[in-house]
């Protein structure tokens, strides 16, 4: 499924590229966020899918 990969690779680049960035006092409230919603993509696919 190329969504899933496609989502699974937006959960990387979140995860590695986007949340090393925020500043140490805004770490957990948005990168928390940011985390779980990039996450959902891929599981809600997985989960229509099956």
């Given at each position: 499924?190329?969504?899933?990969?496609?989502?699974?690779?937006?959960?990387?680049?979140?995860?590695?590229?986007?949340?090393?960035?925020?500043?140490?006092?805004?770490?957990?409230?948005l990168?928390?966020?940011?985390?779980?919603?990039?996450?959902?993509?891929?599981?809600?696919?997985?989960?229509?899918?099956?």
């Amino acid at each position: 499924m190329e969504c899933w990969k496609a989502a699974t690779e937006l959960r990387r680049y979140v995860s590695k590229g986007i949340l090393s960035k925020f500043p140490p006092d805004e770490k957990f409230a948005l990168t928390n966020q940011l985390r779980r919603s990039s996450r959902s993509v891929s599981d809600n696919i997985s989960e229509g899918y099956g």
